[in-house]
Structure formats: C-alpha cells, structure tokens
C-alpha cells in the first residue's frame, strides 16, 4: 500500500536536460523517479510537478507530489531519497506526507521565479551557469518601469514560446520587481502560472530596455500586438531559478526542516 | 619595457590545487602567468599575490601584481587576460597600473575572508562546493560569543597549520562576525595576515562550539595553549572565500570596473 508525499527539491539544473523526462538525456524527473522505485520494491513510482523547469533552469523549491510505501517517516523518505540521487545536485529538502486532494501542481496558487543578471565586463568565474552575464551596462530603473507595464492580467502571446500547450494565452503577472544589488540584477516574477518560455521571454525584453535598445513604451506596443515575433528575445535558462511554490494549504508547514 | 600591474581577480578554486603553482596539478598562478606570457610576447611572468588560497579556496576579490609590456590600456589587459585564461573559471575583475612602491602582498593592510556553512539536513545543490554542509544543528549565537575570544592580538599557535612558514605565531584578528540567514551560516574574518590554515582552524573550532561538543570557555583554553593539538580540527576549504584586500592606497580607485 502506498501513500502520496509531497517533496520540496533544491537542484542545479545545469546537466539536466530539464524536469521533464526526454530520451535525448537525462532530466530531474528520472533521477527523482529513479531513486523512489527504490523505495517502492523496484516498482516505477510517477510523480507531478508544481513547475516544468526547462533545461539548464535551477529550483530552490521546486514541489513534487509522488506515492511511497505507507510505512516510511518523512525523515527517512527524505534520507533515502537524497541517498540514492547522489552524486546528482538534485535534494529533497522536506518531505511530508500530502494533504487530502491536494495536487503539486493543480493545487498550486502562485509561482515565483527569480533571475539574475551578471552586469559586468568580466564573464562569471564564482556564478558561472547561475547568471545571464551581459556585460553592456544595464539601468536597472528604467527596466523596473518597463516592467510595470506587464502587470496585471493580459494576453502574453508575445512572450510565449510557439511550443507552448497552455489553452489560454491570458495570464496575471503579480509581481516583476527588478532590483540591483553591484554587478548583479535580480528580476523577481510571481503568478499563479506561466506561459511557456514566458519569465525567460519577458527577461530578454527588458534587458533590450536596460541597455537602451528599446524605448521603455516598446513593451507596451509588444505586449498589445500578441505576436511572438514582437516580444524581445529569449533569456538564457542559466540565470532562471524556481524558488516558491505557494498553496491555500502549505504541506510542509507542520513539518520544518 | 614593462611596467608593473595590479589585478583583481576573481575564481571558483573548486578544481585547483590553490594559488600556488606545485609540480602535482593545476594552480591559480600558473593559468594567470601563462595568460599573462601570450601578452608579453611569450616571455614568462612572475607574479605576486596578496593571499595564497589554498586548493579548493576561492576568491572573490584577490590581488596581484605583474609586469606586463608598457604600452596596454587597462581594458586591454584585462580583455585579453580574460580571453586566454578561458575556459577557467578565473577572470580578471580590474586592472590598472600599480602605484608607485606599492606592493601586492607587503602593502596589504588588511585582509577579509568569508566562510559559508550550510547548516541543514539536505546536503548542497546549489551550492556544492561553495560551503561546509554540516548536517547537525548549530546554534549561531554562541558561536558569535566564542569568536569574541579570539579577537585582538594573541599568540594564534592552537590554530596554525603545522606546515605554517610565518616567523611569528602572532597576529591580530579585526573581525571574527558570525551571522545566519535562513541555512547559511557566515563568517566574516579580517586581519592584517592570517596563519597558514588559521581562518580554518577557527572556523572549525567554532562549529563544535556551535553543535555543543565545546563549552564556549573551551576556546580561550585552546588559544591560551599555543598547541595545536588543543585547537579544533581543520574546517574543509570549499566555505573559504577571499571577499577583500585592503591597500592604503587603492590601486583601483582611480579606475573603476
């Protein structure tokens, strides 16, 4: 008899070709998955996922709902969890048994990603595959004005990427701050959901208003004409980091690590 | 013609067998001197550093001095220091011609080292290799009272490497600060010279403190031994990072990055 757990999960997603499973190599999910059928009598154990992190995009607290034989304690599903994912930089930071009907990724109501920027000339050495590095200075003003343009509920076809399943292409962003702390730009993003690709397309179009390319009034023409080919383009997946999944009710909370 | 150099640098010394060239690996020095030959038409270089890290201690601010030909601009020199020590994770930050008499190790005045404990039961994701994982709980508070001890001028026998080549076992600690953020444990250390292993040695003092195996008097014990026996063990170098070195006159002030 099984039960279902949720997980919260801390990895560098630079090897991995991403959460999801693919057969061109080897992606979070597996080596989760992997490590559960271990667990599970050899048995293949499915799990869901709050956020389908691309390739090379990291989690501080990425949130996994997956069944485990009914006799572990959260202390032991976690230990043996992060003993048989090693030596990958994937670790279950909590565990905790998951509340009724609750669901990863249906049940979740809010989403933050954050991003940084490396804005400097000289290319990371300590953050290298943690940070976009643009090395043309950026001001980080004028992009948190362009990013008061994308709040709020809209159509962000514009930032979509074309592989993108969603039903709908309307969203609310609730919040896009943009902050710089020296060489470093911290853009912070929070919804309930995202489009595909769309933190990552949003990111490259402010960092064309920071250096100046683009008028800040750009994005707003961009976002109204729902055109991919007028957003700006495509952040790299290197400074991209899942760090919140929120929920009516935390699973963890009786739990702290 | 050359003229002298200061540089600023930054690495992630994870793969190296630290700053110093040794016949048994990889150093800092040797991908920094043979970058700086290709500039000065294949003739070697000898440099001088402000802190010899050892293998796997990074830094964030580290200082050096080189002769270089005359004619470079600063940008020049950094750009292709840059471009030859690709793909290493080492990268010049600054540079600028040095002042007069001034001298990358003897005129530093001070300097500041950071160490990182990651204090939870997960190891690291994304921060391997950037902190000691110490899975028991530490109480940073009367980690903070025992660095207390340690402040000021003592005889730092209790707490330096048995291979330490300084004349004397004498030092003064400015700064032993320790402060927690979530998991993260920091602590901040600045002298005019540290003790071979000495920052280390302390970290690793601090932590039994921290876990409760040492009472806190146990360190003024330690110190007042001058043995290195009495001292805690050696804190592993993936926490230690070099943040600053201090010059009565800045050799990068005039010339900002």
């Known amino acids: 008899m099984t039960v279902l757990w949720a997980l919260r999960l801390e990895y560098d997603g630079t090897p991995f070709v991403g ?13 989760l998955e992997e490590a559960a059928a271990k667990l599970n009598n050899g048995h293949p154990v499915a799990s869901i996922v709050a956020g389908r992190t691309d390739a090379g995009v990291h989690a501080e607290a990425q949130v996994v709902q997956l069944p485990l034989p009914a006799h572990f304690t959260p202390e032991r599903v976690r230990e043996a969890l992060n003993f048989h994912m090693k030596p990958h930089r994937i670790v279950v930071q909590d565990a905790a048994p998951a509340p009724a009907d609750w669901n990863a990724r249906f049940s979740a109501t809010r989403r933050c990603y954050r991003y940084h920027i490396l804005n400097r000339r000289a290319r990371p050495a300590l953050l290298a595959h943690r940070v976009w590095h643009v090395p043309q200075e950026l001001d980080a003003a004028v992009m948190r004005k362009a990013a008061l343009i994308l709040l709020g509920r809209h159509d962000f076809t514009s930032f979509r990427a074309s592989s993108c399943q969603a039903k709908s292409p309307l969203r609310t962003l609730d919040r896009l701050d943009v902050t710089r702390t020296g060489e470093v730009i911290a853009i912070t993003a929070e919804a309930r959901s995202f489009l595909h690709h769309q933190v990552r397309n949003m990111i490259g179009t402010l960092k064309l208003v920071g250096e100046g390319v683009w008028p800040i009034n750009r994005v707003a023409t961009a976002l109204a004409a729902r055109d991919r080919a007028a957003g700006g383009p495509t952040a790299p997946p290197d400074g991209l980091c899942l760090i919140a999944v929120f929920y009516p009710i935390d699973p963890f909370a009786a739990n702290p690590t």
Do not use: D, H, K, T
């Open 19 to 31: 959460w999801q499973r693919q057969i061109n190599g080897l992606s979070v999910q597996q080596v």
